[in-house]
């Protein structure tokens, strides 16, 4: 890995881990932290609302079947088309794998949601938000092969586009008051870990495969 991508996700791992771990000594501490007082109100006003309507259509962006078909056809992609079968796994499985890893947080921190709607998926513990955190896997990791494969003109087209979408699933979930604004940022926090682990796993298993070929080849 080149030392300045490795600063970038040494930088970017610290800084999610000291905001998770903020976020979830918050909400061990206090029922009702400082940060939801003052943003529930806001999210309470837009019910019933065009923005609350809107927000529901939204919020399908990150919902468990759409995140799994762009896996699906993105992991197929990079097996058929670009033969890069470890990472045609690592995609296949990072949504996978993040659900699994949010489901364990929210056992531990149990904490209730501000309201129950089964439509939009808001059942179950609220800490940290799926949708959030899967999302900016999800999305995170396309972008980050898609990267090789563009033109440096439309790569940051792609990466504000997909970072777009997440803030916009994020902000869904606030708004439509199936979870609190500091379960959708702890939900992000806790994705950016999830995600830098698995493009540094990726990156491991792809030096092992060339460390192989060239003893081969030798």
Known sequence: MELPHRKRYIVLFTIAIIVATLL???IRLHTDPLLDQWTAPFAKSLQDTLWYDLFRWITELGSSIVLSVLTFVFGLFLA???RNLIGAGIVFTAAAFGY???FLIKKLVERERPTILALVDGEG????SGHSMV???TYGIILYFMWEYMKSS???IAAFTAAFIVVLVGFSRYVLRVHYLTDVLAGYAYGIIFLVI???LYKWLQNKLEKRE???SN
Request: glycine share 0%; no cysteine.
């Open 154 to 156: 439309k790569r940051y």
């Open 125 to 128: 513990f609220s800490f940290p």
């Open 214 to 216: 060239k003893v081969r």
């Open 24 to 26: 979830t000594i918050d």
């Open 80 to 82: 058929v088309r670009k």
């Open 135 to 137: 999302s900016l896997i």
């Open 100 to 102: 699994q890893f949010n």
């Open 198 to 200: 698995w493009i540094l």
